[in-house]
């Protein structure tokens, strides 16, 4: 905040006073000039990055006794690291202290901070900081609370055996394993079911519709989950003859399907918006599709495209064409009828010699 602007904005609105009146103070001023100094004091020009973390591990061997000849695993070790001057940095232009003056100074300022600007969770976050984070944050400043946004991460990968039940993956399921949502009914009760990959979905984020279900205020929160490089959830074909990893960017419906699910049970005053790019080319390939698996597509004007950095990297069409990247916004249609799990990721890979313990 800039305090000559705001000393020039005090003085122009101050009247003359006679020499006997009471001190003029901050809560004298007119409550649409405080308002405009919490503006400049608190509000940011691009999102507040709450929280923000990447895995890291940590790999200890033991050389073989006999038998094979390279050294095998002894312990894995991962965790969440946290990037806390990522946290912090997003914070410096702003005066917060401004919050901590007194009770009325404090409640009118914090509804200006967490109403006008927009809240980051990104990195490869399970929902719990979130969960905490509006928690914390109480039920007042939640309901002044309209823009969130998160990294739409691909869900922790699991194993879907044969009789339904789950399992870790080895090397690849990071968080604690859950079980397949109740809200996600299966399509048969007859086994074997399908095996194979499927998404490890932390039921936490339930309580994030949960608490934004308890504002009074009807003001609309807006969820925007960023897609980034991912293809849309729903789908994911091989590019080319050269993408040997689709299984690695499959990303199923289960996890839009139950967010759908939750704001249709606890609030009807939040909106989730799915945002990404992708070839414009591909995206008018598939529109039909995502719209006749529940997406609602808008693509923006081609004004917006950009163009591909690494065009034959691509690998959607010949070399002929202009690669154009354009940015689209997905929303899920409102359910209607029971709920199922998507089946399997169909590009499934798991070591031949595990094929049989994992199904």
Partial sequence: MSVNNCTALIQYVAPKRPRSSPPLTFLSLPREIRDEIYNMALISASPIIVWKAEWEWDIQYFPPLDGPRWPEVSTRIRWRL????????????????IILCNKIVGREAAKVFYRKNTFSFLGKHNWDPIVSWLESIGAANRNSLLSLEINACRPDPAWQRSSGERRSLPTETLEELYPRHPYLHL????????YGRVENLNP????IFVLLGQKTSKKKVTIVMQLGCVMYPGGRIARSYFDTNPEGSWFSMDLPNLM?????????????????NECR???????AIMESIGWNVTVLPMEEDELHPYPKEHGCHDATDEWRIAKYILRRENLTGPLFAQEPCPYNY??????HEYN
Avoid at 82 to 97: F, G, K, R
Avoid at 350 to 355: A, E, I, M, S, Y
Wanted: charged content about 35%; proline content about 3%; glycine content about 2%.
């Fill in 204 to 207: 936490a984020m339930e309580m």
């Fill in 350 to 355: 798991v070591v031949p010699r595990l094929l």
């Fill in 260 to 276: 759908e699910k939750f704001r249709s049970l606890h609030t009807q005053h939040v909106e989730v918006l799915w945002k990404g």
């Fill in 281 to 287: 080319r591909e995206l008018e390939d598939q529109q």
């Fill in 187 to 194: 399509r048969t009760d007859e086994k074997p079911f399908k």
């Fill in 82 to 97: 946290v990037d806390q001057e990522a946290i912090s940095t997003s914070l410096q232009s702003l005066d917060m202290n």
